[in-house]
């Protein structure tokens, strides 16, 4: 059972516009919620992630915000850029000692 | 910076065959965990080891084993193989086991895909 639910699955965008990719989550007791990049035949890497006692975490082109009581965080892509172009996935840990992910979002960003 | 690397890249194996997949973690790194990721799915997780012990287990069939020997590198045996195993697998490390409230990342290799004809 998906725990969290990523949108939209896919995502086309134009240079130089915002990407914008949303996650809702059920449980409660997540507290440390990651994104993850992923370029085709690569493994995903860390983009950025915020904890939920903080409403907004920017770095560079990349702003996470958070919204505890609509239990909803979002990524934000600034000038969006081809190199972005990627799959994202929005990650929680939970209890257990794993992550799991979001079922991702292709984005494509178009010249 | 020394990565997580995936042995080996590729791997075509028949159905019933058995194959083993090799991890090694960044170095100083104690922790492994397995991924399996579906054309077009999220990665799902498949076993953690820390400190050479079993730490997680998720949905991993009963026909792959895993350990994580003395000098930290793991291994994925898969036996019995069916054509729905074919995919990428991941492997990734950390320091520390993963907790709940941790903020450490997770260093993903270049996965290991696996066929099955």
């Known amino acids: 059972q998906q725990q969290v639910k990523q949108s939209p699955q896919s995502l086309i965008v134009q240079k130089g516009g915002i990407s914008i990719i949303n996650c809702a989550y059920e449980n409660t007791a997540f507290d440390y919620f990651p994104w993850y990049q992923q370029f085709p035949g690569k493994g995903p890497a860390l983009l950025i992630a915020?904890?939920?006692?903080?409403s907004e975490k920017k770095e560079g082109r990349f702003t996470i915000s958070f919204n505890k009581s609509a239990k909803q965080f979002s990524l934000h892509i600034m000038d969006s850029q081809p190199g972005d172009s990627a799959t994202y996935f929005c990650v929680h840990t939970g209890t257990a000692s794993k992550l799991t992910f979001g079922t991702g979002t292709r984005l494509q960003v178009t010249l | 910076a020394a990565g997580v690397i995936q042995s080996p890249r590729h791997l075509i194996k028949e159905k019933r065959e058995t194959a083993t997949l090799k991890c090694y973690p960044i170095?100083?790194?104690?922790?492994v965990y397995w991924y399996q990721q579906g054309p077009g799915q999220d990665p799902q997780f498949l076993i953690s080891f820390y400190e050479k012990m079993q730490s997680d287990k998720g949905s991993i069939p009963d026909r792959f084993s895993a350990q994580q020997f003395s000098d930290y590198h793991s291994e994925l045996n898969m036996s019995s193989l069916e054509l729905g195993d074919s995919a990428l697998y991941f492997c990734a490390s950390s320091l520390g086991r993963l907790t709940y409230g941790s903020n450490s990342p997770l260093h993903f290799g270049n996965g290991t895909r696996l066929t099955v004809t």
């Open positions: 915020i904890r939920p006692d903080v």
């Open positions: 170095p100083r790194h104690d922790t």
